[in-house]
C-alpha cells in the first residue's frame, strides 16, 4: 500500500493560480503512475491529470492547456500546476496510485488515495 497526502489547496480568485502537491510513501514511487482527480459536490470523480512512470501526461477534457501535472521522482512527491483557474475547478481534489493496466482516465484503475484538498475558486 501506499499512503499519500494531499497540500496546496485553498480559496482563490478566477485567474489565479495554484499548485498541488501530493506526497507519497510506503512503496516505490517513481514505479507507479499517479493521477488527480476531482469531485465537486453531486458530481463524479473525474481526471484531472495523469502521469505515467515513464512520464507520459493525460488531461482532463477542461484542463489541459491550463494544467500541467509533474513528478519529481526524488522527493516521491506528485504535483499539479493549475493556472487561470475557474469557478467551475471548485471541487475536492485527490492524488492516487494507478495500480491495473489500461485506462488512466478512469478511477476505477486507480487504488490508495489521498485524503483530497478543496480548492475554491470565486468570481
Known amino acids: 500500500q501506499m499512503q499519500l497526502e494531499e497540500s496546496g489547496g485553498g480559496s482563490v480568485q478566477a485567474g489565479d493560480s495554484l499548485r498541488l502537491s501530493c506526497v507519497a510513501s510506503?512503496?516505490?514511487?517513481?514505479?507507479?503512475?499517479m493521477g488527480w482527480f476531482r469531485q465537486a459536490p453531486g458530481q463524479e470523480r473525474e481526471l484531472v491529470a495523469a502521469?505515467?512512470?515513464?512520464?507520459?501526461?493525460f488531461y482532463g477534457d477542461s484542463m489541459e492547456g491550463r494544467f500541467t501535472i509533474s513528478r519529481d521522482n526524488a522527493k516521491n512527491t506528485l504535483y499539479v500546476q493549475m493556472n487561470n483557474l475557474k469557478p467551475e475547478d471548485t471541487a475536492v481534489y485527490y492524488c492516487?496510485?494507478?495500480?491495473?493496466?489500461?485506462?488512466?482516465?478512469?478511477?476505477?484503475?486507480?487504488?490508495?488515495w489521498g485524503q483530497g484538498t478543496q480548492v475554491t475558486v470565486s468570481s
Open positions: 492516487a496510485v494507478h495500480t491495473r493496466s489500461g485506462d488512466y482516465y478512469s478511477s476505477q484503475a486507480y487504488d490508495w
Open positions: 510506503g512503496r516505490t514511487f517513481s514505479a507507479y503512475g
Open positions: 502521469i505515467t512512470a515513464g512520464g507520459r501526461t
